[in-house]
């Protein structure tokens, strides 16, 4: 390894009491969608946006006067879909479709698609995955780079969730990929499943921080970044909606080590600096702030600073003063790269914020997807 100056410990951060997460990461909930009410629409494809955060389905139906009514159905992100092996030529323009579908409470022509059936094809879900059999051939791949650092280098994702239907029937359950048989026959439950899933962490806040929290208006384009298709955060976005990240292990044309790390769903963009010992003075704030890295053995322990005020985890603000420690450990039995991370933040957050989550060299490869908010009310 390169021996670097560095100023961390590696010990393993302490993880707060946390509340267990939900089988299945809402993304941006469903708005003003009826989800209450199912409407069937036939018609005829028009055409597709398959964009995050939000695909859109458009089709032409004839109402019961006999107008063309042009209709959009939104569906979910374009890199959930292509994890899931969807595709836009699915989706031929012409072609006759039927939908049952969830209707916008406020405009007629949009809905929020439940099942489809295109032509003569099986009916599907929004949900369906269409195979999960996938695996990553890791057997020429390099345990360390030319410079002797761990290869964390390529594309990493966190495990997919299959819709499943139990033995006992019903509209089925987002199942981890390798429970997914498990889960059908019966063998494992929704509950034992839930210590596989990294918990929710808490936030504990400073008095501002809570009334901030509590004011924050989780639909609003003005409160939350990621309806108007913007990052939210290092911490939260490396893992929300299932994404696909690139990682790229390389040197500056000034021959410095860097890491850069590409996000999937808003195609965020960071770099880790190895060769530095501090930040550098009057650093322009950012959303992905100044990262410095430190190898210590097959653990990369990043320190960042710099950041712009903005949204650490809806409703939980972050000033410019957050600081994040993350550390990420290479496991090379699986391929997979485990991070826990702490975040401090004296003007919003009265104690720690912590956590940890893991990914695995994905099965799909990144792609950077242009990101278009398209619903109703987060467009106005």
Not at 146 to 165: C, F, H, M, R, Y
Not at 322 to 339: A, F, G, N, P, Q
């Amino acid at each position: 390894m390169k021996g670097r100056k560095f100023w961390l410990k590696p010990a393993l951060v302490t993880v707060v009491s946390m509340a267990i997460a939900a089988s299945a990461h809402a993304h941006h909930g469903f708005g003003l969608f009826e989800l209450e009410t199912e409407l069937r629409f036939e018609g005829v494809i028009t055409g597709m946006d398959f964009v995050n955060p939000h695909s859109y389905l458009y089709f032409d139906r004839v109402d019961e006067n006999g107008n063309t009514i042009q209709m959009r159905c939104e569906m979910r992100a374009a890199t959930l879909l292509r994890r899931s092996g969807w595709s836009e030529e699915m989706f031929e323009p012409g072609l006759p479709i039927t939908l049952d579908a969830n209707p916008h409470r406020d405009d007629p022509t949009v809905c929020y698609t439940e099942n489809l059936t295109i032509g003569d094809r099986p009916t599907i879900n929004r949900n369906q995955q269409f195979s999960i059999e996938s695996t990553v051939d890791t057997s020429d791949r390099a345990l360390v780079t030319a410079s002797g650092d761990p290869n964390i280098s390529g594309d990493w994702a966190v495990e997919q969730k299959v819709l499943t239907v139990p033995p006992s029937g019903g509209r089925g359950s987002m199942v981890l990929k390798r429970f997914t048989e498990a889960f059908a026959a019966g063998e494992i439950t929704l509950e034992e499943m839930e210590a596989f899933d990294p918990p929710a962490p808490t936030a504990v806040y400073t008095a501002r921080g809570q009334a901030e929290a509590d004011a924050f208006e989780m639909w609003s384009v003005e409160d939350n970044p990621r309806l108007s298709c913007n990052p939210q955060s290092i911490i939260y976005d490396w893992v929300f909606d299932w994404p696909v990240n690139r990682i790229t292990q390389t040197a500056t044309a000034a021959g410095e080590d860097v890491i850069d790390m590409d996000y999937g769903l808003y195609s965020f963009f960071r770099r880790i600096n190895l060769d530095m010992d501090e930040h550098p003075a009057n650093l322009e704030p950012s959303n992905a702030g100044h990262s410095i890295g430190r190898w210590y053995g097959n653990m990369l322990v990043v320190d960042t600073a710099g950041f712009e005020a903005g949204v650490l985890r809806p409703p939980t603000r972050n000033s410019e003063e957050m600081r994040v420690i993350e550390r990420y450990t290479l496991d090379t039995d699986d391929w997979s790269i485990t991070r826990e991370y702490s975040v401090t933040d004296p003007v919003y957050l009265a104690e720690p914020y912590e956590g940890w989550d893991i990914v695995y060299l994905s099965d799909v490869p990144y792609e950077k997807h242009e990101c278009v908010e398209l619903t109703p009310e987060f467009i106005e």
